[in-house]
T-cell receptor, first 112, second 108 residues
Framework: EPEVTQTPSHQVTQMGQEVILRCVPI?????FYWYRQILGQKVEFLVS????????KSEIFDDQFSVERPDGSNFTLKIRSTKLEDSAMYFC??????????FGPGTRLTVT | TQLLEQSPQFLSIQEGENLTVYCNSS?????LQWYRQEPGEGPVLLVT?????EVKKLKRLTFQFGDARKDSSLHITAAQPGDTGLYLC????????FGAGTRLTVKP
C-alpha cells in the first residue's frame, strides 16, 4: 500500500534557526497538507497546497512558514526562524481522489 | 473558526461493552473523517462520510453522519482491548479542522 514518508523523523534545532521538513507524498495525489500537533494537544491545520499553490492556510501559518514543491515530488515545510513554541510533531498529509487523506509518520521538531 | 467538539474526552470501559463517541459542530462540513491515532504516530484514517444521514460500517465500528452534516458519531460494538486509542474526527471545508479526540481505554 502506498504511503507518505517524512524526513527527518526527529529534528533538534536552536531557537532562531531555519528548519526544512520534508515529505514524499503518494504519487498521483493532488492535495497536500501540513499539520502540527503540540504534545498532548489537538492536530492543527497549517496549510493546504494544490496545483503548486497554497490553497488554504490557518492563522498559525504566518510569515515564518513557507511551503514548496521544489522538484515535483517532495513537499517541504520551512520555518524561517524557529521559536520554542514551534516544538511539535509536524505531519504531512495527502488527499487523493477518493475523499481519503493519508498522513505521514510525522517529524518531531524540538526547538531548544 | 469551525470548532469540532468531541465527547467524551476520556472513556474507559470493559471488554465486550458497547460505546458511542460523538463529534459535534455548529458548522456544516462537506465531509467528515474519523481517525485513530497511536502515541507518536500520525492519524490513520478509518472512514470518510460525505452524505447527510450516511451510515458506514467497518467491522464492529459504525459511523454516522448527521442529516445536517454538522455532527457525527462512532459506535463500537463489543469493544476489545485492541480498540484502545485516540479517536479523532476532522471536518472538511476547504481546510481540515480536527477535534481534540476521545481517548478510549478498553480493559480486558
Amino acid at each position: 500500500e502506498p504511503e507518505v514518508t517524512q524526513t527527518p523523523s526527529h529534528q533538534v534545532t536552536q531557537m532562531g534557526q531555519e528548519v526544512i521538513l520534508r515529505c514524499v507524498p503518494i504519487s498521483n495525489h493532488l492535495y497536500f497538507y501540513w499539520y502540527r500537533q503540540i504534545l498532548g494537544q489537538k492536530v492543527e491545520f497549517l496549510v493546504s497546497f494544490y496545483n503548486n499553490e497554497i490553497s488554504e492556510k490557518s492563522e498559525i501559518f504566518d510569515d515564518q512558514f513557507s511551503v514548496e514543491r521544489p522538484d515535483g515530488s517532495n513537499f517541504t515545510l520551512k520555518i524561517r526562524s524557529t521559536k520554542l513554541e514551534d516544538s511539535a510533531m509536524y505531519f504531512c498529509a495527502n488527499w487523493g481522489q477518493g475523499n481519503e487523506q493519508y498522513f505521514g509518520p510525522g517529524t518531531r521538531l524540538t526547538v531548544t | 473558526t469551525q470548532l469540532l467538539e468531541q465527547s467524551p474526552q476520556f472513556l474507559s470501559i470493559q471488554e465486550g461493552e458497547n460505546l458511542t463517541v460523538y463529534c459535534n459542530s455548529s458548522s456544516v462540513f462537506s465531509s467528515l473523517q474519523w481517525y485513530r491515532q497511536e502515541p507518536g504516530e500520525g492519524p490513520v484514517l478509518l472512514v470518510t462520510v460525505v452524505t447527510g444521514g450516511e451510515v458506514k460500517k467497518l467491522k464492529r465500528l459504525t459511523f454516522q453522519f448527521g442529516d445536517a452534516r454538522k455532527d457525527s458519531s462512532l459506535h463500537i460494538t463489543a469493544a476489545q482491548p485492541g480498540d484502545t486509542g485516540l479517536y479523532l474526527c476532522a471536518g472538511d471545508n476547504n481546510d481540515m479542522r480536527f477535534g481534540a479526540g476521545t481517548r478510549l481505554t478498553v480493559k480486558p
